[in-house]
T-cell receptor
Framework: GEDVEQSLFLSVREGDSSVINCTYT??????LYWYKQEPGAGLQLLTY?????DMKQDQRLTVLLNKKDKHLSLRIADTQTGDSAIYFC?????????FGKGTRLHILP | GAVVSQHPSWVICKSGTSVKIECRSL??????MFWYRQFPKQSLMLMAT?????????EQGVEKDKFLINHASLTLSTLTVTSAHPEDSSFYIC???????????????FGDGTRLSIL
């Protein structure tokens, strides 16, 4: 199966919280990442979490890691129209980064 | 800091043409650069890993004679799509890893991508 899996679409009303979920397969991954890609642009590293952490909060972003279940989530509080983008979950494997297929976040007015 | 510049950002050319894409690390030295391909609404697929001064390592299924990679200096890697055809149309993204970096919170810095359209 795929190394990193995530749902493809998420619709959220403006002001609500968005939660994007991801599962990965490599338990030896040192870092897990969330990247944001806006239309026609490259990737922007949003946040990361070290594999021995359970949670990381950075302003509106909260990352939760369940290492036992190999489950990672990204919560965006008070979702804004500018948050509309594709969000990629990724894991580190040696020198490489393995990406999921991305979750397209759509903001409803 | 850690800016990666990719050029051109968009290129349209005729079938059979060879196209060169440049990836530069502007304010750091990159011993390793990566080339990805992204199809519409798909994830990034790693094509090859480029190490300065040595041959690139290609992922399974990527034709090395089709996608020529040169990493001649610590700040520049190029990807040349030879004799491009419409099926090569895609979004190509490079990333660079700073010299001396092992595991870090940002092991790769990404360029803004090149959209290649072959007519």
């Amino acid at each position: 199966g795929e190394d990193v899996e995530q749902s493809l679409f998420l619709s959220v009303r403006e002001g609500d919280s968005s939660v994007i979920n991801c599962t990965y397969t490599d338990s030896s991954s040192t870092y897990l990442y969330w990247y944001k890609q806006e239309p026609g642009a490259g990737l922007q590293l949003l946040t990361y979490i070290f594999s021995n952490m359970d949670m990381k909060q950075d302003q509106r972003l909260t990352v939760l890691l369940n290492k036992k279940d190999k489950h990672l989530s990204l919560r965006i509080a008070d979702t804004q129209t500018g948050d509309s983008a594709i969000y990629f979950c990724a894991e580190s494997q040696d020198d490489k980064i393995i990406f999921g297929k991305g979750t397209r976040l759509h903001i409803l007015p | 800091g850690a800016v990666v510049s990719q050029h051109p950002s968009w290129v349209i050319c005729k079938s059979g043409t060879s196209v060169k894409i440049e990836c530069r690390s502007l304010d750091f030295q990159a011993t390793t650069m990566f080339w990805y391909r992204q199809f519409p609404k798909q994830s990034l697929m790693l094509m090859a890993t480029s190490n300065e001064g040595s041959k690139a390592t290609y992922e399974q299924g990527v034709e090395k004679d089709k996608f020529l990679i040169n990493h001649a200096s610590l700040t520049l890697s190029t990807l040349t799509v030879t004799s491009a055809h419409p099926e090569d149309s895609s979004f190509y993204i490079c990333s660079a890893k700073a010299a001396g970096t092992t595991h870090s919170n940002q092991p790769q810095h990404f360029g803004d991508g090149t959209r290649l359209s072959i007519l």
